[in-house]
């Protein structure tokens, strides 16, 4: 730590920061209630419909900071709910891919917009969304490496978004 920074800023940043995450979270949580969607839910929409490259479950698992077998369980119910198809992938057969069904586009479509996020950060200005989201960039990249050291798996690979 350096020298500047005092215990006692740290812990004030730091209940701050999870005071503004429960907020966050839970106001998105009310919004997704509307289309029947977990956060968690929502996520794997988010990320498969972004993703330039095929999506894995294992993807997904280091993406959400969920265990596999949790990713797993989740992708099963968004599949009998009709959001996600888990395909064979036809080079490794061993291999599943996640794809969106057209229901699950739509919905993604529609999630999209995020209002309660644009709602939230629109107080900030440009320049401190930036730097905001450099700081946070920042404080993931070292709260995923103490992770790691604490826990191996599943946040010994890299995270596909950072």
């Not at 209940?15 to 503004?20: A, K, N, Q, S, T």
């Not at 939230?120 to 401190?128: G, H, K, R, T």
């Not at 700081?135 to 490496?145: A, F, G, Q």
């Amino acid at each position: 730590m350096p020298d500047d920074v005092s215990v006692d800023l740290c812990n004030e940043v730091w209940e701050l920061l999870h005071r503004v995450q429960h907020l966050l979270y839970r106001a998105r949580g009310i919004e997704l209630e509307q289309e029947g969607l977990s956060t968690v839910a929502a996520g794997v929409l988010f990320f498969v419909k972004q993703s330039d490259e095929p999506v894995t479950p294992g993807m997904l698992s280091r993406f959400l900071y969920r265990q596999p077998h949790s990713v797993s369980a989740l992708l099963t119910r968004m599949e009998g709910e009709g959001l996600v198809k888990k395909v064979r992938d036809l080079n490794r057969k061993n291999r599943v891919r996640v794809v969106l069904t057209r229901k699950g586009e739509k919905l993604a479509e529609k999630l999209d917009k995020r209002p309660v996020a644009f709602d939230a950060l629109s107080c900030l200005s440009q320049w401190e969304l930036i730097n905001l989201r450099e700081y946070l960039k920042k404080l993931m990249k070292s709260s995923s490496e103490q992770l790691r050291a604490m826990q191996p798996l599943p946040y010994s690979l890299r995270s596909p978004i950072i």
